[in-house]
């Protein structure tokens, strides 16, 4: 049980220092590199708009905008703010703004513009992105149930917070609540391991 | 400047997840470009989006899909690449964060402020009708107490200039106050210079009886 436990997490250590590695190649225009990239991420893209509501063919047309986003900014990734996934969710969650929510992701644009010229990484982004990301996977796994379940259909669903509370028949309070202790763990998780 | 007050965790989450509509997002993004610390918390709040995507199932993408994508990319045009704008607020010598500058140019002393109560001006800042919260800024005079009132509804304020006193504290500029929609309070601007503050506010019930209209110059503060 132990064992296999740690072979998988060694397996996934793995994958994602690879995209990182992929990311560089993509930065000098490889495309077979790229296309690694689009193979893990393409379909969980995919997967992220169909449950956000948009119909297979719209969900289609995001995946490539959000690819050619992907390999248009490649520059702009920066393996000490996060994991590749974090990256491509970041681009995902605009263009699911742009697209499904009909706003304009542009205040979103200009943060990572100022991050990109002002923040100097502090000790806990300093740590790895590879380890980042395992101490956010590991959070997730000890999330209980209820909470997960609230931050899913916020993330991957695109829920409204308020459209959460009458889904799941509870005050708005509480789905605030649950949001707020799963960041909570969350962020004692990345803390701890300064 | 020293940030004291911050936007909560859920409100957080939502700007992570995308949940913020346009007036929401524009104030937290204001917030963003002026506090290190929070866009740090923003940062993480992320990090669980992209692990929730790393663990989503795969859904199959159509034959000749990563094509399409080389295809966009070579007929595009080479000329749209984003170009970062560097600087957290609008232009040199802005005094108005990026987000914001967008909406109304560099400049605070440039708004067109309508008086709507002795020592209150208001600006609106017109959002997308698909974006129901109003956005607007105030400005209240030095020394000037507003009434203790409460809100329709979830109410972001973030201080671009002056200072106002609750009973949550100082708030001056940078500072937000993110409350929800069963808080009250009484604030009162300090002396010596006018509070200026940008508003995001759920669209409220219909105010009620002659009191409640009297202190609707006052939602927003
Ligand atoms: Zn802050």
């Not at chain 2, 034959?63 to 080389?70: D, H």
């Not at chain 2, 709507?116 to 000037?144: C, D, E, F, R």
């Not at chain 2, 609750?166 to 929609?181: N, Q, R």
Request: proline share 6%.
């Amino acid at each position: 049980m132990a064992l296999s436990a740690t072979r998988v997490n060694t397996a996934e250590h793995d994958d994602r220092m690879d995209f990182i590695a992929l990311m560089a190649r993509v930065c000098e225009q490889d495309r077979s590199a790229f296309h690694q990239v689009f193979a893990h991420f393409g379909p969980r893209v995919k997967s992220l708009m169909l449950k956000s509501g948009a119909d297979p063919a719209l969900a289609e047309d995001i995946v490539q905008d959000v690819f050619v986003a992907v390999w248009r900014k490649a520059g702009q990734y920066a393996p000490e703010r996060g994991a590749v996934g974090t990256w491509i969710f970041t681009i995902a969650r605009n263009i699911r703004i742009d697209r499904l929510r009909r706003l304009s992701s542009q205040p979103y644009e200009d943060i990572e513009a100022i991050e990109l010229v002002d923040d100097q990484p502090d000790a806990e982004q300093e740590m790895e992105a590879v380890q980042r990301a395992e101490l956010v996977a590991g959070a997730l796994v000890e999330l209980p149930a209820d909470q997960r379940e609230v931050i899913e259909l916020a993330y991957l669903h695109d829920l409204p917070q308020s459209e959460i509370a009458s889904r799941l028949a509870l005050p708005l309070g509480t789905v605030k609540s649950r949001m707020r202790l799963a960041y909570a763990r969350l962020k004692q998780k990345l803390e701890e391991k300064i | 400047m020293t940030i004291a007050h911050h936007l909560d965790d859920a409100t957080l989450m939502r700007y992570a997840s995308g949940d913020l509509d346009e007036a929401f997002l524009v104030v937290v993004a204001s917030h963003l470009a002026m506090c290190d610390h929070c866009r740090h918390a923003a940062r993480k709040a992320e990090e669980l989006g992209g692990e929730l995507l790393e663990e989503a199932e795969a859904a199959p993408v159509q034959a000749g899909s990563f094509e399409a994508v080389m295809n966009r990319l070579d007929t595009a045009e080479t000329g749209d690449a984003v170009q970062p704008s560097p600087r957290p607020f609008g232009s040199a010598g802005s005094d108005v964060p990026l987000p914001l500058a967008r909406r109304i140019g560099g400049r605070l002393d440039d708004i067109a402020w309508r008086t709507i109560a002795p020592g209150v001006k208001k600006h609106v800042i017109a959002t997308q009708p698909n974006s129901p919260s109003a956005l607007y800024m105030l400005w209240v005079a030095p020394g000037k107490a507003v009434p203790e009132h409460g809100h329709g509804g979830a109410e972001l304020t973030l201080i671009l200039s002056g200072a106002y006193r609750d009973a949550f504290g100082i708030f001056g500029p940078g500072d937000i106050a993110d409350l929800d929609e069963h808080v009250e309070h009484q604030p009162r601007v300090e002396d010596g210079a006018p509070c200026i503050c940008l508003v995001a506010a759920e669209t409220p019930i219909r105010f009620k009886g002659i009191v409640s209209r009297l202190l609707q110059p006052f939602v927003g503060i």
